[in-house]
């Protein structure tokens, strides 16, 4: 049995992880800051990242398999010190924990951000399209920055430590219980909820952005925990294929007819323009395939909303969705 460490459980990409490796049968193990959400699996942990002692404390004396690290800032605070303060001192804690304890293998979530696109900074085209591992990274605000150097830290751990790292670069995810990084699409949820209008994350509907469903998220952050290529490679994580605006809006047309669909949405990776992802590499290397299309994706949002997903986060409390750190 594969035991398994998800730092960050509570937040959006980490419930999702953490739900998958648990029906696979892991033994799960979470760390937070907070308490542990109800209903959630897995043995809980509660310490602060951001501190060796509490690391040590918390995670002294365990024999790990994997550590999946999802618990960075979710965007650009607007506080230069927390953000290297989280993202960089905290993932080193990590890392360092990582080597002495012998972990068979560390998953870091990137983003695709770490290239340049972040929707807070003007939008450049890529040199070429899709965009693949080779792409020049040249990130241009202190979020995309510290993704790029969470990479540069974690491979460093790799050639000089011999610590067996692995990073996935995310494009926008999408899913259900949007919170963290994800915290737009429970704006979008509660739209589709009211069923009347519904912006969509682009600015306008000839925009071509790419996204990747949580469930895949989930399912990559596992192939690369275990795959003996994934070793000291990062990838490319997004969806079968990039989304124009105005497919975008047919496919919420057909879900839901009669509903209006406006664009201007306040953040979009591509501002107008067009940004595709290439996934050759995972297939290549891992075999691995994204599963689920834009439809689908919707789909799952749909159903969460009209099985009362919305009104059991709110009983839960808002907190997560403005907290700046993923707990």
Not at 141 to 156: G, N, P, R
Request: glycine share 12%.
């Amino acid at each position: 049995m594969t035991r398994s460490l998800v730092v960050g459980g509570s937040g959006y990409i980490g419930r999702e992880l953490v739900r998958q490796l648990a029906s696979r049968g892991d033994e799960v193990l979470v760390l937070g800051r907070s308490r542990q959400p109800e209903g959630m699996p897995g043995r809980w942990l509660q310490g602060d990242i951001t501190s060796s002692d509490s690391i040590g404390a918390v995670l002294g004396g365990l024999e790990l398999d994997v550590i999946y690290h999802v618990a960075s800032l979710p965007g650009d605070t607007g506080d230069p010190l927390q953000m290297v303060t989280v993202n960089l001192l905290g993932l080193t804690h990590l890392l360092v924990y990582a080597r002495d304890a012998g972990v068979k293998r560390f998953v870091l979530s990137s983003s695709i951000s770490a290239y340049e696109w972040y929707p807070a900074t003007k939008f450049a085209p890529p040199d070429y399209m899709p965009v693949d591992e080779k792409h020049p990274a040249r990130p241009k605000d202190m979020y995309a920055s510290t993704k790029l150097l969470q990479e540069v830290l974690a491979f460093t751990f790799y050639h000089q430590y011999g610590l067996p790292v692995s990073a996935l670069r995310l494009t926008a995810v999408v899913g259900p219980g949007g919170r963290g990084g994800g915290r737009g699409w429970r704006e979008f949820a509660e739209m589709l909820a009211e069923g009347e209008s519904v912006q969509i994350p682009h600015f306008s509907l000839d925009e071509l952005c790419h996204y990747v469903d949580l469930r895949d998220v989930a399912r990559m952050h596992i192939a690369v925990g275990e795959h003996p290529n994934a070793a000291g490679e990062f990838f490319n994580c997004c969806g079968p294929g990039p989304t124009r605006g105005s497919e975008f809006a047919a496919i919420l047309e057909s879900i839901i007819p009669g509903i209006r669909v406006e664009t201007g949405f306040p953040w979009s990776m591509a501002q107008g323009g067009e940004i595709e992802f290439d996934m050759s590499k995972a297939k290549r290397l891992l075999g691995f395939e994204p599963r689920y299309s834009m439809r689908e994706t919707i789909l799952s949002i749909k159903a969460w909303v009209d099985a009362g997903g919305l009104e059991e986060d709110r009983a839960e409390g808002d907190s997560a969705y403005s907290s700046g750190v993923q707990d």
